[in-house]
């Protein structure tokens, strides 16, 4: 059975109460349950950890390093824009990564267009709300 993680940065955990007509109505609550049910369908053991704070968001990653997990899932949300401290803790883990996000970034504003994180990772998937999880979980799952 895979181990994946997914690391969520700040705000997520607020969803369902911000911007609602950016990110819906939907909770973080509702997040975790959508993809733990996605992950044990597709016989994956899937743990989730979310902070606003950047340096537990490291702390969690250099975790990985130790090899505890077969791959990650990352949304560094804003953290994503200017966090070469996160960069930095990405390079450093030998697994698969998919960097994601639910909405579409290269969609909104400029200085959301530039991803800094997404270097350090196997790809981005950007636009599909929940379904930007899932389809990492899918990638993640193939044999190469």
Request: aromatic share 10%.
């Amino acid at each position: 059975m895979k181990k994946i993680l997914v690391v969520n940065g700040p705000n997520i955990n607020i969803l369902g109460k911000r911007e609602l007509e950016i990110y819906g109505e939907l909770s973080y609550n509702n997040l975790v349950d959508e993809l733990k049910s996605y992950a044990k369908k597709k016989d994956v053991c899937l743990d989730e950890f979310q902070s606003n704070s950047e340096g537990a968001i490291i702390d969690k990653l250099q975790e990985l390093i130790g090899g505890a997990y077969d791959a990650l899932i990352i949304n560094p949300a804003a953290y994503s824009h200017y966090s070469y401290a996160i960069y930095d803790a990405l390079k450093a883990i030998k697994i698969k990564k998919v960097e994601v996000h639910l909405t579409n970034i290269f969609a909104r504003d400029e200085f959301r267009k530039n991803t800094v994180t997404a270097a350090a990772c196997d790809g981005v998937i950007s636009g599909f709300g929940f379904d930007s999880y899932k389809l990492a979980i899918d990638y993640l799952l193939r044999e190469e």
